[in-house]
Protein backbone atom coordinates (compact mmCIF):
# COMPACT_ATOMS: atom_id res chain seq x y z
CA UNK A 1 0.00 0.00 0.00
CA UNK A 2 1.41 3.07 -0.80
CA UNK A 3 0.72 6.56 0.80
CA UNK A 4 0.93 10.57 0.24
CA UNK A 5 3.50 12.65 1.06
CA UNK A 6 1.43 13.67 3.86
CA UNK A 7 0.81 9.72 5.43
CA UNK A 8 -2.65 9.07 3.95
CA UNK A 9 -3.10 5.94 1.48
CA UNK A 10 -2.68 7.25 -1.99
CA UNK A 11 -5.47 4.59 -2.89
CA UNK A 12 -8.75 3.88 -1.66
CA UNK A 13 -9.03 -0.07 -1.68
CA UNK A 14 -10.14 -0.80 1.68
CA UNK A 15 -11.63 1.40 4.14
CA UNK A 16 -9.29 -0.62 6.46
CA UNK A 17 -6.48 0.86 5.21
CA UNK A 18 -6.78 4.38 6.14
CA UNK A 19 -6.53 6.06 9.60
CA UNK A 20 -9.68 6.37 11.67
CA UNK A 21 -9.32 10.36 11.68
CA UNK A 22 -8.72 10.35 7.76
CA UNK A 23 -12.35 8.56 7.54
CA UNK A 24 -13.75 10.59 10.32
CA UNK A 25 -12.55 13.70 7.70
CA UNK A 26 -13.84 12.50 4.48
CA UNK A 27 -17.25 12.33 6.07
CA UNK A 28 -17.51 15.52 7.42
CA UNK A 29 -16.36 16.72 3.84
CA UNK A 30 -18.85 14.94 2.38
CA UNK A 31 -21.30 16.30 4.50
CA UNK A 32 -19.99 19.69 3.53
CA UNK A 33 -20.17 18.82 -0.38
CA UNK A 34 -23.85 18.00 0.37
CA UNK A 35 -24.79 21.24 1.65
CA UNK A 36 -22.56 23.06 -0.86
CA UNK A 37 -24.53 20.95 -3.81
CA UNK A 38 -27.91 22.14 -2.51
CA UNK A 39 -26.99 25.60 -2.31
CA UNK A 40 -25.60 25.26 -5.89
CA UNK A 41 -21.99 26.35 -4.54
CA UNK A 42 -19.31 25.01 -7.34
CA UNK A 43 -15.79 23.74 -6.20
CA UNK A 44 -13.62 23.16 -9.10
CA UNK A 45 -10.79 20.83 -7.16
CA UNK A 46 -10.67 18.64 -10.44
CA UNK A 47 -10.34 21.11 -12.93
CA UNK A 48 -8.16 20.11 -15.61
CA UNK A 49 -8.08 16.69 -14.61
CA UNK A 50 -9.19 13.59 -15.98
CA UNK A 51 -10.70 10.26 -14.07
CA UNK A 52 -11.02 7.31 -15.89
CA UNK A 53 -14.06 4.77 -15.20
CA UNK A 54 -13.63 1.29 -15.67
CA UNK A 55 -16.50 -1.10 -15.09
CA UNK A 56 -16.91 -4.58 -15.21
CA UNK A 57 -19.97 -4.93 -13.55
CA UNK A 58 -23.64 -3.73 -14.32
CA UNK A 59 -23.80 -0.06 -12.84
CA UNK A 60 -26.55 2.46 -11.79
CA UNK A 61 -25.36 4.59 -8.97
CA UNK A 62 -21.46 4.04 -8.70
CA UNK A 63 -21.00 4.61 -12.39
CA UNK A 64 -23.95 7.84 -12.03
CA UNK A 65 -22.77 9.12 -8.77
CA UNK A 66 -19.16 8.79 -10.15
CA UNK A 67 -19.60 10.49 -13.37
CA UNK A 68 -21.87 13.19 -11.93
CA UNK A 69 -19.05 14.06 -8.98
CA UNK A 70 -16.09 13.97 -11.41
CA UNK A 71 -18.46 16.57 -13.55
CA UNK A 72 -19.55 18.35 -10.48
CA UNK A 73 -15.80 19.11 -9.30
CA UNK A 74 -14.55 20.35 -12.46
CA UNK A 75 -13.15 16.95 -13.91
CA UNK A 76 -13.84 15.11 -17.00
CA UNK A 77 -14.84 11.79 -16.65
CA UNK A 78 -13.90 8.84 -19.34
CA UNK A 79 -15.36 5.97 -19.31
CA UNK A 80 -13.62 2.81 -20.41
CA UNK A 81 -15.71 -0.35 -21.51
CA UNK A 82 -14.77 -3.50 -19.89
CA UNK A 83 -14.36 -5.09 -23.24
CA UNK A 84 -12.14 -3.04 -25.17
CA UNK A 85 -9.34 -3.80 -23.04
CA UNK A 86 -10.21 -6.87 -21.12
CA UNK A 87 -7.73 -6.21 -18.28
CA UNK A 88 -6.06 -9.73 -17.22
CA UNK A 89 -6.59 -11.01 -20.43
CA UNK A 90 -6.06 -8.77 -23.90
CA UNK A 91 -3.28 -7.05 -21.61
CA UNK A 92 -1.43 -7.21 -18.80
CA UNK A 93 -2.48 -5.36 -15.27
CA UNK A 94 0.94 -3.70 -15.10
CA UNK A 95 0.55 -2.75 -18.57
CA UNK A 96 -2.84 -0.77 -18.25
CA UNK A 97 -2.07 0.74 -15.30
CA UNK A 98 1.12 2.29 -16.90
CA UNK A 99 -0.45 3.24 -19.65
CA UNK A 100 -3.37 5.09 -18.21
CA UNK A 101 -0.88 6.87 -15.40
CA UNK A 102 0.67 8.71 -18.58
CA UNK A 103 -3.02 10.11 -19.84
CA UNK A 104 -5.46 10.21 -17.07
CA UNK A 105 -5.00 11.61 -13.28
CA UNK A 106 -7.29 8.70 -11.39
CA UNK A 107 -8.51 5.35 -11.92
CA UNK A 108 -11.45 4.25 -10.58
CA UNK A 109 -12.54 0.45 -10.82
CA UNK A 110 -15.46 -1.48 -10.28
CA UNK A 111 -14.30 -5.38 -11.24
CA UNK A 112 -15.13 -8.75 -10.05
CA UNK A 113 -11.61 -9.95 -8.66
CA UNK A 114 -10.16 -8.14 -6.00
CA UNK A 115 -6.47 -8.69 -7.35
CA UNK A 116 -7.30 -6.76 -10.31
CA UNK A 117 -7.93 -3.06 -8.47
CA UNK A 118 -5.10 -4.32 -6.05
CA UNK A 119 -2.55 -4.50 -9.18
CA UNK A 120 -4.01 -1.24 -10.51
CA UNK A 121 -2.90 0.37 -7.26
CA UNK A 122 0.39 -1.46 -7.39
CA UNK A 123 1.39 -0.49 -10.73
CA UNK A 124 -0.29 3.03 -11.68
CA UNK A 125 1.48 6.31 -10.45
CA UNK A 126 -2.27 8.18 -9.99
CA UNK A 127 -4.61 7.34 -7.45
CA UNK A 128 -7.29 4.15 -7.81
CA UNK A 129 -10.49 4.26 -6.30
CA UNK A 130 -12.50 0.65 -5.76
CA UNK A 131 -15.70 1.13 -6.96
CA UNK A 132 -16.32 -2.33 -5.96
CA UNK A 133 -15.07 -5.63 -6.16
CA UNK A 134 -16.37 -9.09 -5.16
CA UNK A 135 -14.35 -8.97 -2.08
CA UNK A 136 -14.82 -5.09 -0.82
CA UNK A 137 -17.16 -2.01 -1.35
CA UNK A 138 -15.46 0.59 0.50
CA UNK A 139 -17.54 3.16 -1.21
CA UNK A 140 -20.57 2.17 -0.52
CA UNK A 141 -19.82 1.70 3.11
CA UNK A 142 -18.47 5.47 3.50
CA UNK A 143 -21.83 6.29 1.88
CA UNK A 144 -23.34 4.36 4.50
CA UNK A 145 -21.39 5.68 7.31
CA UNK A 146 -22.36 9.17 5.91
CA UNK A 147 -26.31 8.68 6.02
CA UNK A 148 -25.88 6.96 9.43
CA UNK A 149 -23.98 9.94 10.95
CA UNK A 150 -26.92 12.10 9.67
CA UNK A 151 -29.40 9.89 11.93
CA UNK A 152 -27.51 9.31 14.80
CA UNK A 153 -23.50 9.67 16.58
CA UNK A 154 -21.51 6.92 14.71
CA UNK A 155 -19.66 5.46 17.61
CA UNK A 156 -22.00 2.98 20.19
CA UNK A 157 -24.55 2.86 16.68
CA UNK A 158 -26.23 -0.57 16.56
CA UNK A 159 -25.81 -1.71 12.99
CA UNK A 160 -27.43 -5.25 12.37
CA UNK A 161 -26.76 -6.41 8.82
CA UNK A 162 -29.03 -9.33 7.59
CA UNK A 163 -27.82 -11.82 4.46
CA UNK A 164 -25.12 -12.85 2.81
CA UNK A 165 -21.56 -12.12 4.23
CA UNK A 166 -20.51 -10.40 0.90
CA UNK A 167 -18.43 -7.73 -0.05
CA UNK A 168 -20.99 -5.08 1.43
CA UNK A 169 -20.84 -6.79 4.52
CA UNK A 170 -16.88 -6.55 4.09
CA UNK A 171 -16.60 -3.56 3.97
CA UNK A 172 -19.11 -2.72 7.09
CA UNK A 173 -17.55 -5.05 9.23
CA UNK A 174 -14.01 -2.56 8.50
CA UNK A 175 -16.03 0.52 8.60
CA UNK A 176 -17.98 -0.37 12.37
CA UNK A 177 -15.23 -1.44 13.53
CA UNK A 178 -12.86 2.13 12.50
CA UNK A 179 -15.36 4.18 13.60
CA UNK A 180 -16.34 2.49 16.72
CA UNK A 181 -19.65 1.15 16.08
CA UNK A 182 -20.98 -2.02 17.26
CA UNK A 183 -21.91 -4.39 13.76
CA UNK A 184 -23.45 -7.78 14.35
CA UNK A 185 -23.83 -9.79 10.89
CA UNK A 186 -26.99 -12.31 10.82
CA UNK A 187 -26.26 -14.79 7.94
CA UNK A 188 -26.88 -18.32 7.66
CA UNK A 189 -24.13 -20.58 9.00
CA UNK A 190 -22.25 -21.80 6.27
CA UNK A 191 -22.28 -18.01 4.02
CA UNK A 192 -20.85 -15.84 6.65
CA UNK A 193 -17.86 -13.48 5.86
CA UNK A 194 -14.30 -14.21 5.26
CA UNK A 195 -12.73 -14.79 8.56
CA UNK A 196 -9.35 -12.86 7.75
CA UNK A 197 -12.08 -9.71 7.28
CA UNK A 198 -13.75 -10.32 10.90
CA UNK A 199 -10.72 -10.28 12.50
CA UNK A 200 -9.72 -7.06 10.36
CA UNK A 201 -12.91 -5.88 12.02
CA UNK A 202 -12.27 -6.80 15.06
CA UNK A 203 -8.53 -5.49 15.47
CA UNK A 204 -9.77 -2.02 14.47
CA UNK A 205 -12.95 -2.45 17.08
CA UNK A 206 -10.57 -3.10 19.97
CA UNK A 207 -9.05 0.16 19.32
CA UNK A 208 -12.14 2.30 18.58
CA UNK A 209 -14.68 1.07 21.45
CA UNK A 210 -16.66 -1.04 18.57
CA UNK A 211 -17.64 -4.49 18.15
CA UNK A 212 -17.71 -7.54 15.54
CA UNK A 213 -20.19 -9.99 16.12
CA UNK A 214 -21.78 -13.04 14.30
CA UNK A 215 -25.02 -14.43 14.33
CA UNK A 216 -27.46 -16.51 12.70
CA UNK A 217 -31.20 -15.89 14.43
CA UNK A 218 -32.62 -12.68 12.89
CA UNK A 219 -35.18 -11.74 15.43
CA UNK A 220 -32.44 -12.24 18.00
CA UNK A 221 -30.36 -10.24 16.18
CA UNK A 222 -32.75 -6.77 15.90
CA UNK A 223 -34.12 -6.73 19.09
CA UNK A 224 -31.82 -3.72 19.94
CA UNK A 225 -30.62 -2.67 16.77
CA UNK A 226 -30.70 0.88 15.68
CA UNK A 227 -29.72 0.20 11.60
CA UNK A 228 -30.75 -2.67 9.74
CA UNK A 229 -29.41 -3.29 6.95
CA UNK A 230 -29.47 -6.13 3.88
CA UNK A 231 -27.98 -6.70 0.72
CA UNK A 232 -29.34 -9.40 -2.21
CA UNK A 233 -29.24 -12.63 -1.89
CA UNK A 234 -27.53 -13.60 -5.14
CA UNK A 235 -24.49 -11.17 -5.97
CA UNK A 236 -23.26 -10.59 -9.78
CA UNK A 237 -21.13 -13.85 -11.18
CA UNK A 238 -23.90 -16.40 -8.66
CA UNK A 239 -26.75 -15.84 -10.87
CA UNK A 240 -26.53 -19.38 -11.56
CA UNK A 241 -27.18 -20.61 -8.01
CA UNK A 242 -30.16 -17.93 -7.57
CA UNK A 243 -32.88 -20.64 -6.58
CA UNK A 244 -31.10 -22.29 -4.38
CA UNK A 245 -29.55 -19.38 -2.26
CA UNK A 246 -33.31 -18.16 -2.34
CA UNK A 247 -34.15 -21.50 -0.46
CA UNK A 248 -31.28 -21.09 1.60
CA UNK A 249 -31.86 -17.42 2.52
CA UNK A 250 -35.44 -17.22 2.48
CA UNK A 251 -35.46 -16.91 6.66
CA UNK A 252 -33.15 -13.86 6.14
CA UNK A 253 -35.77 -11.98 4.70
CA UNK A 254 -36.09 -8.05 6.35
CA UNK A 255 -39.44 -7.60 6.20
CA UNK A 256 -42.66 -6.36 8.26
CA UNK A 257 -42.08 -8.97 11.64
CA UNK A 258 -38.18 -8.50 11.28
CA UNK A 259 -38.76 -4.54 11.57
CA UNK A 260 -41.65 -4.97 14.34
CA UNK A 261 -39.13 -7.30 16.33
CA UNK A 262 -36.53 -4.11 15.73
CA UNK A 263 -36.71 -0.78 18.52
CA UNK A 264 -39.30 1.73 16.81
CA UNK A 265 -35.89 4.06 16.26
CA UNK A 266 -34.52 1.42 13.91
CA UNK A 267 -33.57 2.51 10.56
CA UNK A 268 -33.13 0.41 7.30
CA UNK A 269 -30.85 0.39 4.85
CA UNK A 270 -30.09 -1.19 1.39
CA UNK A 271 -27.58 -0.86 -0.69
CA UNK A 272 -29.42 -1.13 -4.00
CA UNK A 273 -30.23 -2.51 -6.74
CA UNK A 274 -33.43 -4.44 -4.35
CA UNK A 275 -35.10 -7.24 -5.27
CA UNK A 276 -38.03 -6.20 -3.80
CA UNK A 277 -40.22 -9.70 -2.63
CA UNK A 278 -37.08 -11.48 -2.08
CA UNK A 279 -34.21 -10.07 0.62
CA UNK A 280 -36.62 -7.18 1.73
CA UNK A 281 -40.30 -6.95 1.19
CA UNK A 282 -41.84 -3.89 -0.60
CA UNK A 283 -43.74 -1.90 2.69
CA UNK A 284 -40.66 -2.10 4.57
CA UNK A 285 -38.11 -0.58 1.96
CA UNK A 286 -41.26 1.84 1.28
CA UNK A 287 -41.86 2.68 4.92
CA UNK A 288 -40.98 5.68 7.08
CA UNK A 289 -38.48 4.11 8.84
CA UNK A 290 -36.35 3.60 5.24
CA UNK A 291 -33.32 5.41 4.47
CA UNK A 292 -32.47 3.52 1.00
CA UNK A 293 -33.19 6.43 -1.10
CA UNK A 294 -30.79 8.63 1.47
CA UNK A 295 -28.35 6.26 1.07
CA UNK A 296 -28.21 6.10 -2.76
CA UNK A 297 -27.92 9.84 -3.03
CA UNK A 298 -24.96 10.03 -0.11
CA UNK A 299 -23.10 7.82 -2.71
CA UNK A 300 -22.24 11.02 -4.89
CA UNK A 301 -21.37 13.04 -1.72
CA UNK A 302 -19.17 10.50 -0.16
CA UNK A 303 -17.54 10.10 -3.75
CA UNK A 304 -16.92 13.54 -4.09
CA UNK A 305 -14.86 13.29 -0.74
CA UNK A 306 -12.65 10.73 -1.83
CA UNK A 307 -11.92 12.40 -5.66
CA UNK A 308 -11.25 15.47 -3.68
CA UNK A 309 -8.86 14.43 -1.45
CA UNK A 310 -7.05 12.09 -3.92
CA UNK A 311 -6.85 13.75 -7.17
CA UNK A 312 -7.82 17.31 -6.46
CA UNK A 313 -6.08 19.91 -6.61
Partial sequence: MTHATDGRPRDFISIADWPRERIQGLLARASELKQLRKRRVAVAPLAGRSVLLYFEKPSLRTHVTFAVGVSELGGNAVYLPPGQV????????????????????????????????EGLARHASIPVINALTDHLH?????????????????????????????????????????????????????HGPAAAV????????RASGGSVELAHDVLASVKDADVLYTDVWTSMGQEHAAAERAKKFRPYQLNAQV???????????????????????????????????????????????????????
Fill in 86 to 117: QIGEREPVEDVARNLSRWCDGIVARTFRHDIV
Fill in 138 to 190: PCQALADALTISELRDLPGTRLVFIGDGNNVAHSLIHTAGLLGMHIRVCTPPE
Fill in 198 to 205: VERGRELA
Fill in 259 to 313: LAAAPDHARVLHCMPAHRGEEITPDVIESERSSVFDQAENRLHAQKAILELLIGS
